[in-house]
T-cell receptor, first 114, second 108 residues
Framework: EAQVTQNPRYLITVTGKKLTVTCSQN?????MSWYRQDPGLGLRQIYY???????DKGDVPEGYKVSRKEKRNFPLILESPSPNQTSLYFC?????????????FGEGSRLTVL | QKEVEQNSGPLSVPEGAIASLNCTYS??????FFWYRQYSGKSPELIMF????GDKEDGRFTAQLNKASQYVSLLIRDSQPSDSATYLC????????FGTGTRLTIIP
């Protein structure tokens, strides 16, 4: 069964405390991406990765880092979280090779930064 | 900045009728277009994609693309209460831009 697994699903943290949201897919796909979803603003792309060791900025990369050391994992790192990073985060993997817009989303991670 | 515009709704449609959802986009060079459905509290789910001008049908869903007018639409025939959700239009390839979504309610 195709899966994109995110952890944690819910997190409350404080300003400045580094955190990592993990994302793992079991479809052996090259393309992965992170989005944040905020009321009235919709889904906005943070970072994406076309392949191992290849990452690129999306529309809202400020305050985030990513790494892609192996194909299945694409963690999102918040080095010094701030309240404006309170959001619902989705990781996604492409459903098939070469179709980077045909995405399969994880269940989401709701992050609150106090 | 590429833009994708959708009417936020809510759009209310009687059960059994046709629901019509619309989306316009700003980047004339866009080649790939997608419709995602998102139930409340759930993650988005791909329901249609279209890459060429014209219509594409899949069951009760039809996606329509008009690149000259920079317009893409989704028609849902024989609407069911289970179609009640937010529908997200997305445009692009590796850099995918989403609209803010249209909330659709099917009235039994």
């Amino acid at each position: 069964e195709a899966q994109v697994t995110q952890n944690p699903r819910y997190l409350i943290t404080v300003t400045g405390k580094k955190l990592t949201v993990t994302c793992s897919q079991n479809m052996n796909h090259e393309y992965m991406s992170w989005y944040r979803q905020d009321p009235g603003l919709g889904l906005r792309q943070i970072y994406y990765s076309m392949n191992v060791e290849v990452t690129d900025k999306g529309d809202v990369p400020e305050g985030y880092k990513v790494s892609r050391k192996e194909k299945r994992n694409f963690p999102l790192i918040l080095e010094s979280p701030s309240p404006n990073q309170t959001s619902l985060y989705f990781c996604a993997s492409s459903l098939k090779q070469g179709a980077t817009g045909e995405l399969f989303f994880g269940e989401g991670s709701r992050l609150t930064v106090l | 900045q590429k833009e994708v515009e959708q009417n936020s709704g809510p759009l209310s449609v009687p059960e059994g009728a046709i629901a019509s959802l619309n989306c316009t986009y700003s980047d004339r060079g866009s080649q790939s277009f997608f419709w995602y459905r998102q139930y409340s509290g759930k993650s988005p789910e791909l329901i249609m994609f279209i890459y060429s001008n014209g219509d594409k049908e899949d069951g009760r869903f039809t996606a329509q693309l008009n690149k000259a007018s920079q317009y893409v639409s989704l028609l849902i025939r024989d609407s069911q209460p289970s179609d009640s959700a937010t529908y997200l239009c997305a445009v692009g390839d590796e850099k995918l831009t989403f609209g803010t979504g249209t909330r659709l309610t099917i009235i039994p």
